[in-house]
């Protein structure tokens, strides 16, 4: 089942980004990771505004790849430094549309 990896970070010293960048995008392709957006072009349109300066947004085709490039020991150094130079929070959610799982919220009709 296809999966998505949302990181938003705060980035607290810029001393690991430019190799994070780099070195991560192949690590990540390596394990059938696809970044569909890396920006700092955050625009909050409802709610209270989070306190970051980036968000990622990758997909993968199941929660077991994600899980392996986390612990790849060619990625767990630069995941460890982004954690040093920054506050991050990862989470992953899937692609089911838990409209018509839950009784109150059906599909609509499309015609």
């Not at 980035?11 to 780099?22: G, R, S």
């Not at 085709?61 to 995941?79: K, N, T």
């Amino acid at each position: 089942m296809t999966v998505y990896l949302i990181a938003e970070l705060k980035v607290t010293d810029e001393a690991w980004l430019p190799d994070y960048v780099v070195r991560v995008h192949e690590i990540a392709a390596r394990h059938n990771g696809r970044y569909l957006s890396r920006s700092t072009n955050i625009e909050t349109l409802e709610g209270e505004p989070r306190d970051v300066t980036g968000i990622a947004l990758l997909e993968f085709p199941s929660r077991d790849d994600v899980l392996a490039l986390m612990s790849d020991p060619e990625y767990v150094p630069y995941g460890e430094a982004r954690r040093r130079g920054s506050i991050c929070h990862y989470r992953l959610i899937d692609d089911t549309d838990i409209a018509g799982a839950i009784p109150y919220l059906t599909k609509p009709d499309i015609a």
